[in-house]
């Protein structure tokens, strides 16, 4: 449900946001030794490889927002990490050194009766893809 509709559902599940976190580890295997003792860091970009509202990824781009965070353990600094609107923020991550994103959905009022007919009790989906770069964001 957009924000603050969720009275207007006649779904007693109904929510207007969605909140979750993503563990993600840098894992040593498969490289040397040398490699794997060394403490690299790499920096995690986060791509949304498919929206969809139903089958429709128009509906799903156009209607619902995701974006992700992460709070540096040493400054207590949240950071967003993707975000449309934002240069994206691309956190460092360190060999088997797990951090932690919080990711958040809501979704969009739609535009009009006939974009809220479409919308209208179709699931909605997000497949994300998470990529270890070995420079920060551009």
Not at 83 to 106: F, K, M
Request: charge should be negative.
């Amino acid at each position: 449900m957009p924000p603050g509709q969720v009275t207007n559902s006649v779904d007693p599940n109904s929510v207007d946001v969605i909140n979750f976190k993503y563990t993600i580890n840098w894992s040593s295997q498969g490289r040397s030794v040398a490699d794997a003792t060394n403490p690299l860091t790499r920096y995690i970009r986060i791509e949304v490889v498919n929206i969809k509202i139903g089958t429709s990824s128009t509906l799903g781009e156009m209607n619902i927002n995701f974006r992700a965070y992460w709070t540096d353990p040493d400054t207590l600094t949240t950071y967003t990490v993707w975000q449309p609107s934002l240069a994206n923020y691309w956190p460092p991550i360190v060999i088997n050194e797990p951090i932690e994103i919080d990711i958040q959905i809501t979704m969009n009022e739609p535009a009009n009766k006939t974009v809220y007919d479409q919308v209208k009790g179709k699931p909605a989906s997000i497949q994300l893809k998470f990529h270890c770069n070995a420079t920060p964001a551009p």
